[in-house]
């Protein structure tokens, strides 16, 4: 369903009409009982916590905020500020505010939606249309949308926890501009909590009382928030509603982790035990034991850890621990890092798990990481003569008078495809920095390479026969 504000009920649930005229009413006027994350909604653009990146002089939704009419997707985690931003720009704007649920709304409502919005653009009036939820769109109803977006018979302000890439239509997605938006950071999370505490919307202490946070009791909130701004809000109300019931007017871990309903994970996300986590994490991980590797996973999902993090580290064991031992574990992290994206919390779990347990099942081997790093020190000793004559760019006139190119040999013109001819500069000869082990999939690799070797005129060849059939 569709509804524009101010109407007889207000983007936040807030049953008061605001005042009459373009824009969203009184965002001020949640009641004492609504909830704390909804009071404390932000009245202007400059209220709005987090997303620093996207809110500065001349910045798209500044912009959209002086009345320019254009279209954004906000693409997003939940939680990190879409309908708020929305909301504040729209009013900055002084458009009129219709706000769509892409789960509730079909064709009939859209079309009836962008119908009224021509009507009261004719009558001088813009409208900012908010459709939250958007990748749950049809190809159709996106078609639909197109036309308005094009013609900028409404500004378009669509949000998505989704990668909008794979879930809206190409022609809509680029008369659009795309912002990511990125969870909250502590400092961001801290200031939410202080705003709860001092702005008069905030926490409502008993009479001639202020409530109050302590140290580990904030730092409990922030990690269980996850950089969730709804989130933090909830379980400081629910906490302080848990304090002031037991008498006290101070929020304590026991108080959060009650709140929270569930116990509390020693881990700060920005101080050691973060990097203790994570470090045990991997070396459980190059270690091959996956019952250690999987319970650092849940410490760090349990945490509130960035599930970009986890998969992102995952990417890189895969080349560093793993790397041709087992060479398609690069391709399932890579993976999984996607299907995190796509996904998202809770189910993501499920991705990150199985990749952490192909990853510590795998035979293991550092010869990647070994072998670049070698080189790159050669290169930085400054190691490395001129390339070779034969392997030099030929393409062009009078690169033969230079000898460029003369005497290379074709490697599929011999047998094997290898041809035996130098390829590292002179000084390098005999430099060896890719060494594969005997582990999994390297086993078979090794016994390649000592093959080429041979047939390159490097080694011992012990008869062309033998290095052959180990090449084919």
């Known amino acids: 369903m569709a509804y524009a504000v101010p109407v007889s009920e207000d983007l936040f649930g807030n049953l008061a009409p605001g005042p009459a005229g373009p824009g969203l009413g009184s965002l001020a006027a949640a009641g004492p009982h609504a909830p704390l994350a909804v009071r404390l909604r932000p009245r202007d653009i400059d209220e709005i916590v987090g997303q620093h990146h996207l809110l500065g002089p001349g910045s798209p939704l500044r912009r959209l905020a002086a009345g320019q009419p254009l279209s954004v ?38 079309r009836a ?135 006290s007017c101070v929020v304590t871990t026991a108080a959060v982790e009650q709140a929270a309903d569930r116990a509390a994970v020693k881990y700060d996300a920005g101080g050691d035990e973060h990097y203790d986590v994570v470090s045990a994490f991997i070396k459980s991980l190059r270690g091959s034991d996956v019952q250690a590797a999987l319970h650092y996973l849940a410490r760090m999902i349990a945490a509130g850890e960035d599930p970009r993090f986890i998969a992102r580290r995952l990417i890189v064991l895969a080349s560093e621990d793993i790397g041709l031992a087992a060479p398609g574990l690069l391709a399932v992290c890579v993976a999984a890092a996607q299907a995190v994206q796509l996904v998202g919390w809770p189910e993501a779990r ?68 290898v041809a035996p001819q130098g390829y590292l500069p002179e000084d390098l000869e005999g430099a060896q920095y890719y060494r594969p082990t005997d582990h999994g999939h390297e086993a078979a690799i090794a016994e390649r390479l000592a093959a080429i070797e041979r047939l390159l005129g490097r080694a011992d060849a012990g008869g062309d026969a033998a290095a052959a059939g180990a090449v084919r």
């Open 350 to 417: 499920l991705n990150l798990a199985q990749a952490v347990i192909a990853c510590a099942t795998a035979p293991k081997s550092n010869a990647v990481i070994t072998a670049i790093d070698a080189a790159m020190a050669d290169v930085a000793a400054g190691r490395g003569g001129p390339v070779p004559a034969h392997l030099r760019d030929a393409h062009y006139a009078g690169a033969g008078r230079l000898g460029h190119g003369v005497g290379y040999r074709y490697a599929h013109d011999w047998p094997h495809g």
């Open 73 to 110: 997707f906000l693409w997003g985690p939940p939680g990190v500020g879409k309908t708020s931003i929305a909301a504040v720009v729209s009013r900055s704007a002084g458009a009129r505010f219709v706000e769509l649920s892409a789960v509730a709304a079909g064709v009939k409502e859209l």
């Open 113 to 247: 939606c962008l119908t009224e919005a021509k009507a009261e653009l004719a009558r001088g009036r813009a409208t900012v249309l908010f459709i939250d939820e958007v990748h749950r769109f049809s190809k159709t109803q996106q078609d639909v949308l197109l036309p308005a977006v094009e013609n900028r018979l409404v500004s378009l302000i669509a949000a998505t926890t989704e990668n909008p890439s794979f879930s809206v239509i190409s022609p809509l997605l680029s008369r659009s501009l795309l912002l990511v938006l990125e969870p909250l950071s502590p400092e961001d999370l801290n200031r939410l909590i202080d705003r709860a505490l001092s702005d008069e919307r905030g926490l409502a202490a008993p009479a001639g009382q202020t409530f109050s946070v302590d140290d580990d009791a904030r730092a409990q909130l922030v990690q269980l928030a996850g950089g969730d701004a709804r989130r933090v809000l909830t379980y400081l109300e629910e906490a302080a509603a848990g304090a002031a019931a037991a008498g």
